[in-house]
């Protein structure tokens, strides 16, 4: 039976995982996962919460619980567990510490784990999504030189997207260095301590580590975008900054799993991939009003936010636009701003603005109106030394030149940051002035 224990044992990993100033090989975990099952034998076949606290002790219960719970729920702050389901606590273990001594019954895999992950919450209450650790693996990939990378981890890791930088550096035998918490510039200093050589953040996350300036110390060889639209102009400077680098932008959804991987350097994806679905691991489908819409390898929960068609799709929410061949990405459906009945995708304003070579971040949001309902407005970060009031004349010059009247900001505020969520996007909740 396939889980993290078995799997990690089978292929002898040797990688390392870093957590501050503490750091494991992944065969001291493997034996500390052991331990812990020994120490908890009330809870086999039973379901379990995991709350986070560091990412050593994250892993380690990974690894001891997955073929030994038949559930486990990756907790969120502040997101509600069911009631039938444990929340373990290191207090509640029965062994008074992690006994070294294994036996071959606490080494067997006794039960098939589901896995369950929150979405985020942008579109309403959290909702738990099933997946299983195979279907969280299907995306994995194992070489020589991906055993050499060293992984800096940047997603908060019981969120899908971290869980799947953790498992790729678990599963190929790479290094692994917690930079989750802090600001950019402290990020910056823990991956450079480490000579991290892969990073999977989000297009808002990668602005705001260009913006550090010190970008270019690292010796990065692999460069993940997800989450969020990956621009066009966003992937030309860190090609330019990282010339030998693999630079790939992810579709993927805590719903879904892993849709696909675009690595042609060019934002949205090849229009071709629309009637091959033997290329990718879903098929594809654009709907008359324009929505993508996924079939996932797996079957999710009942309790999925987006519905199922007949021919087991799903609707992404996601809204897209056929031009030329690709298949570019204009935003949310549940996010756009209403202007006297017109709908303005804030993520398509975002990318026109960040053609401005000037400009670091973009937030577009909505402003509450009495007359229009809402107005499109944006928050801005420059670069060093630029002229504020030449980069507003620059700005509206190029949403004249792209933009239709109603989708331009009525009001450009330059800020000093943009705070990001802690899933790494924008916040574009609704302003009321």
Known sequence: MQNLFNELSALKITGNVSDNCESK??????RQALALRRANPQLRQQKIALPYDNLINFVTELVAFDGWCSAIYLCPPLVKIPENVLLWSKNDQIGADYC??????????LAQTSWYLATSGTMGEPKWCEHSFVSLSVGIKQ???????CWGLLYQPFRFAGLQVVLQALLSGAELVDASKGEPRTKLNILQGKSVSAISATPSLWRQLLMTKQLH???LRYITLGGEIADQTLLDNLRALFPKANIRHIYASTEAGVGFVVSDGQAGFPAKWLDDPLRLPVALKVSDNQHLWVKPSHQGSETLLQQYDKQGYMDTLDQVQLSGDRVLFLGRVTGVINVGGNKVHPEKVEQVLLQCPSIGQVKVYAKKSALMGELVVADVTVIEDADQHSVKQELLKICKTQLQRFEIPTKISIVDNIICEPTGKVNRKLQHG
Do not use: H, M, R, Y
């Open 25 to 30: 090989t992944v065969l001291e975990i493997n």
């Open 217 to 219: 110390n690292l010796p």
């Open 143 to 149: 070489s020589d030189n991906l055993q050499k990378l």
């Open 100 to 109: 070294e001594e294994t036996t071959g019954s606490f080494s067997c895999a």
